[in-house]
């Protein structure tokens, strides 16, 4: 989610310098090829990030950006389809700014440059994306063991239903899905997201990017600024099972009646780093909570977490992992993906897959597979390396 | 939950002058009388307010103090029971505070005054407390509707079981009640609670107290800084149902790229009324859908919400009633009480009561309803007048 941050591209993009509305000098064929042939391109504008996914062959390549600056993604957009050694048939667009700039979609791709934009539903992408990284990437998703930390990449595997999908972005969505082709239903969300992290923490510490803000956290003790059990009892609450450990109120002990005689004065008591773990361990717990118990309530018992919010970050894979362990006795799983931030860009992408194959009286997912190489996909994103530095359990699984 | 408040009592207290380990003059005649003439005192030791339940003859009184401040608690103490008019047999305590500062009240009260000290359990006094207010004392509890925003007072009602009880002081206990007599489980909580709201807030704004952090938030407009549906979508997300005007991101607008080149800067941009209003929304939302989804879990409608967190905020009780009712689609009802703070301290004090009336063989309530002026409760706590200050639809009901 840091607007900063561009991923290492294995084949090197020139850097757009002119916005969208200024003539590029075009490269562009257009001429029609095979299906087999086309590179596709997938498109997830969120509230925050706009998610980029597309094809060079059998490469595949991931990109973030600000939505806040859609001109520098329409101008990266256009220098890409311009590329005279590429050949889009479509623009598919999911995610609310797919419906928001709607029209500046259309004026780029459509009427300049002769490209059919789809706009796409943003939680059936989503589920076409999970269900697609479930079934046909190996050791793209993977569960953390709480205690040992130790994360297990899984195969693939045909897709269970039903089960939750947590979409964690600037907002939460939580769904349950049933099936495939739109058996979903959106059953509760949060609006205690990534947005919620990002604005309080670029309020309260001196962080310019959410990279920055998890490093930060990692620095962090909350127990110096939340209200432990102990803090209050002295000791555990034996009779309703609390431990003197358990967090009671979040920043809970921030608040000092002498020390806040001036608010300048109280806020430089309180450690940057502390509030930044703090606040992560607060949300975190809330969405595995909240997931939890909607799980429970439509009897599933495997939840998927995707989304920027967590980045594939250890310590929101830790804590999500701990709440559902916690909450379930153990009996629901949280799985996460290396991926987590472009389920919903991937499945737009695969929508036109999925149709043109089946034009072609093959599956999706054999059509991708054979096309894409998807072991490609682990040097294009930082956060991939990130959980690869975790201790990898998968041999003793 | 502000520690500079102090009721308007009936009867003008002392200023505490001095801290309770100095010698005071004490008038304590110590002459047992009968229970039925003697004065009751309860103490609920929260992690941030420390509340005080105390009778005068036929008056009751209600008190806050800030818990960190314990020997403002003490003195105050002591000098109430040092009144030679007054003969309190016990000092009952509960709360976590009870268990934590259980040496020095036993040294004030047992040793230096020889007069006992009595722990009761906080959840088991939440209960008690609740139960005498459904109970025992008219047009305590109310419900809103969220719509018109009106309020109606209920009379005292037998009790029906169960019911949930959410507690909301520094963090948050879900209770399910069974029965009367310690028949309930905590079947959840939150971290996210008053300490929350509180120890953010004065991080972000200038209040200095819980009071003046409620009172800037009504100036405060949370479409500022929360990210909206339509400030995503551009419009409403029809097929899953979710309005423009629903909150996406609580804090979502916050961060701007262009505005973060200092964090100075950021934080100037942002209206602290906002940021006050978008945190008591997030927090009462998040706190309204966990309690819908304890009690759909556990088969239960009637919700009763507590703790100084609410302080009979119109704000919070329209935010926790239009959750309840949103989440459940009207199938249930969310309550609440004049004196929310008070339950645990009402509920300690009762436990004494309630054993002393049981050698008496009387109820209870008969006696605590034959010996107090409930009405009395109405001029010592200002949250009353607030709440009486809304539309009472009563008449309508």
Known sequence: ??????????????????????????????????????????????????????????????EKFATESIEEVLSFLEQLICRKELN???VVTTGGGSQKFNKSLSKLFTEKHGIPVLKKDEMESLILGLDFFIRDVDKEVFVMDHVTEKIRFLDKVSVKYPYML????SGVSILRVDGPGGQYKRVGGSSLGGGTLWGLLSLITNCGSYESMLQ?????????????????????????????????SSFGKVFKKEKNDTLRNNRDQVDQADIAKSLIYAISNNIGQISYLHANINNVTNIYFGGSYISAHKFIIKTLSY????????????????????????????????????????????????????????????EFDYVESLSDDSSNA
């Open 1 to 62: 989610m840091d607007p900063h941050h561009r991923s290492n591209l294995k084949i090197a993009l020139n850097e757009p310098d002119k916005p969208f509305s200024t003539v590029v000098p075009c490269n562009r064929t257009a001429q029609p090829r095979s299906n087999y042939d086309r590179d596709y391109i997938g498109l997830d504008i969120g509230g925050t990030l706009t998610k980029v996914v597309y094809t060079m062959g059998s490469a595949v390549f991931l």
């Open 88 to 90: 889009f048939a479509h």
């Open 166 to 169: 947590v979409n964690i972005g």
């Open 216 to 248: 930060l956290s990692e620095q962090g003790d909350n127990r110096n600024v939340d209200m432990l059990v102990g803090d209050i009892y002295g000791t555990d609450y034996n009779s309703i099972g609390l431990k003197s450990s358990t967090i009671a």
């Open 323 to 382: 709440a559902i362990n916690f909450w379930s006795k153990g009996d629901m799983k949280a799985h996460f993906l290396k991926h987590d931030g472009y389920i919903g860009a991937i499945g737009s992408f695969l929508t036109t897959a999925e149709h043109e194959s089946a034009s072609d009286n093959r599956s999706d997912a054999d059509t991708i597979s054979q096309k894409l190489d998807l072991t490609n996909l682990s040097e294009t994103k930082p």
